[in-house]
């Protein structure tokens, strides 16, 4: 019992509410420190004996009499958070102590499975609860756990030993994510300060809610980072809606211009409330920057309501020490929107932006009052881009390479195909209804076009790129009319760095960044493309020769494109759907004129090329290669 009463002394003795890790030590802070090796096995002793299992909170503690659970919570976790905000001696521990890091973890799953906020044996003394405290002051505890020392010389743990701790990459995200949301629910439950000063209860405590979501995004994105398996899991359990949604739910709170005194305070002022949203933007653009799939997290973070969030915060001025010197790495509000704008070129972020079209326009900019005009302009021009998206989409024939036959004449829908549907292997793009139409297309030019197609979806063949071609061919179009100029003042200056290839220019559209930027380079030169292969000069010629609009100084365009943690050159859609489908997809009531039987020497030669067909064991069914 006199171990029991000592730590409870030095908790009541250190006991703050923790605001920044970069207080400086106090006495009690550093006795914590310099005798942790005394008081570290008391703490993990009255873990072992008064607190529940982390994984199955229902069971009783092994010896309740010692201790009641919430005197033994306070007394296992107040010494982390007190050494953690105020030492830095404290924190090293934390990052490079294996038995630490253990103890924290267990602790960490405990109370993220505890339901309610009240523990057995809490007197009710306070308003605020002693769960949610924890809450709060465990973001910061495990983002330093996890997070990289500035000091070369000082040893930091992987971060697998501490998911080792918590039981696997599933245990971490789900309580990571159920933290945010509780974090942001009692945010959210705060009650309305009678006075917007740094002294007001309501104030503190929408702080303290406002820290701990910070830390928790931190915390999130160094998880993302550091660990492939924790991003992919993340998204996959909807990491970028929660944040989407606990930003939409606590900005009105935290985005408030209360007075001078509060919003420039060094603490509590709007531009520290600010740092929450940045986080949360940093995670979204980070998990979709890095993923193997962005367009899933692009859709998650639309379908969530992200551009109706970020409508709203154009109330808000912006604050030069947030906007216009973030820290480095950091994504704020424009960042984002613009990193988004990069995939409204593919078809399932369209149809998400479709779902939540109306929903942005019923809050039309110019009824707004506007304090933060760099977001309003960018928001302006993204909103423009999606209208433009959907435009692109809607152009009849829809995807017509997707849904009806691609044999000559033929004219029928993938609907109604009797046989299995047959998905050209070399392009990926061509489906037929029939062994007889993909003779016929063979021979009538589809045995050319089928490497030129295959170019315009990319090595891998991805099915959102697929899918994509329309509408990445209308923003192709329209964004090199829009920059004619541009590009005859770029083909003049390729023409005179590169003057022996002046007639093997291409012109390349580079869409992994908004607004779009052109270049114009040898073919050689272009990255993840076949530059060497012959095909080209003579798909350039027929180019020039079928065209209504010829390409000017170069051979034809490209398209560079990105997926999230992967780009790709891609030959131009446009021109390629124009070329290899031409007169095929519209209406055409001239009888099917089918190949003759007797042809099969091109049929022979169509697989000694290595074009060999295959069928989709279903109608509806894609495949991805």
Request: glycine share 6%; proline share 6%; charged share 25%.
């Amino acid at each position: 019992m006199r171990a029991k009463w000592a730590v409870m002394g030095l908790v009541k003795i250190s006991t703050v509410t923790p605001l920044s890790p970069d207080s400086g030590d106090d006495t009690a802070t550093m006795y914590i420190v310099r005798r942790w090796d005394e008081i570290y096995p008391w703490m993990r002793f009255f873990a072992r004996n008064c607190l529940p299992p982390p994984y199955d909170v229902s069971v009783a503690p092994p010896r309740p009499d010692l201790c009641n659970v919430f005197d033994a919570a306070k007394m296992c976790i107040s010494p982390l958070t007190i050494i953690c905000t105020r030492s830095e001696e404290g924190r090293h521990m934390l990052r490079s102590s294996v038995s630490v890091q253990h103890f924290i973890a267990q602790l960490w799953i405990l109370v993220g499975n505890i339901k309610g906020d009240v523990l057995p044996g809490d007197p009710g003394t306070t308003n605020d609860g002693l769960v949610p405290m924890i809450r709060t002051s465990f973001a910061l505890t495990n983002y330093v756990c996890v997070s990289e020392t500035e000091d070369p010389d000082k040893i930091t743990l992987p971060l697998s030993n501490y998911i080792h701790a918590a039981g696997g990459v599933k245990p971490v995200v789900d309580t990571l994510l159920k933290y945010i949301r509780r974090i942001t629910r009692d945010a959210t439950a705060v009650a309305e300060p009678r006075s917007w000063t740094a002294c007001d209860p309501s104030v503190k405590q929408l702080h303290l809610y406002t820290v701990g979501l910070n830390y928790s995004f931190q915390f999130l994105q160094t998880i993302s980072r550091q660990d492939a398996s924790c991003r992919a899991q993340l998204i996959r359990r909807g990491s970028i809606r929660t944040v989407v949604d606990a930003i939409t739910q606590i900005s009105p709170r935290i985005l408030v211009q209360a007075n001078k005194e509060l919003d420039f305070h060094p603490d509590m002022g709007l531009a520290e409330r600010q740092n929450v949203l940045w986080s949360g933007y940093s995670y979204i653009a980070s998990a979709i920057r890095d993923a193997d799939d962005g367009v899933s997290g692009v859709c998650q973070a639309i379908d969530a309501g992200l551009l109706q969030t970020l409508a709203k915060a154009v109330v808000c001025p912006a604050h030069a020490n947030s906007r216009d010197h973030p820290p480095r790495g950091r994504m704020g509000d424009i960042e984002l929107l613009f990193l988004l704008a990069t995939f409204f070129i593919y078809h399932r972020v369209v149809g998400s932006i479709f779902r939540h079209w109306f929903l942005v326009q019923n809050a039309p900019m110019e009824k707004r009052e506007i304090r933060d005009q760099g977001l309003g302009i960018a928001l302006e021009l993204v909103l423009t881009s999606t209208a433009d998206a959907m435009k692109h989409r809607n152009v009849e024939p829809i995807n017509f390479h997707e849904y009806r036959c691609s044999g000559p004449g033929c004219s029928m829908r993938t609907s109604k195909f009797v046989n299995k549907k047959r998905r050209c292997s070399g392009c990926l793009i061509s489906i037929y209804c029939s062994e007889k139409c993909q003779r016929t297309a063979w021979r009538n030019g589809h045995k050319k076009w089928c490497p030129v197609l295959r170019c315009t979806v990319g090595p891998w063949g991805s099915r959102d790129i697929r899918t994509s071609l329309q509408v990445i061919a209308g923003f192709e179009t329209s964004s090199i009319s829009r920059m004619a100029k541009d590009v005859e003042t770029r083909v003049r200056e390729a023409q005179q760095q590169f003057p022996e290839f002046s007639d093997k220019l291409v012109l390349m559209l580079d869409m992994t960044v908004y607004p779009p930027k052109s270049h114009v380079l040898p073919v050689h030169k272009l990255e993840r493309f076949p530059g060497e292969d012959p095909i080209w000069p003579e798909i350039a010629d027929e180019i020039r020769q079928r065209s209504d609009s010829p390409p000017k100084g170069y051979m034809f365009s490209v398209v560079k494109v990105h997926l999230g943690n992967s780009s790709f050159t891609l030959f131009s859609p446009s021109t390629a759907l124009h070329m290899a489908f031409e007169g095929q997809y519209f209406p055409n009531h001239e009888a099917y004129d089918s190949a003759d039987e007797d042809g099969i020497d091109d049929w022979k030669t169509l697989n000694d090329e290595g074009m060999d067909y295959y069928s989709d064991s279903s109608d509806d069914k894609c495949h991805d290669v």
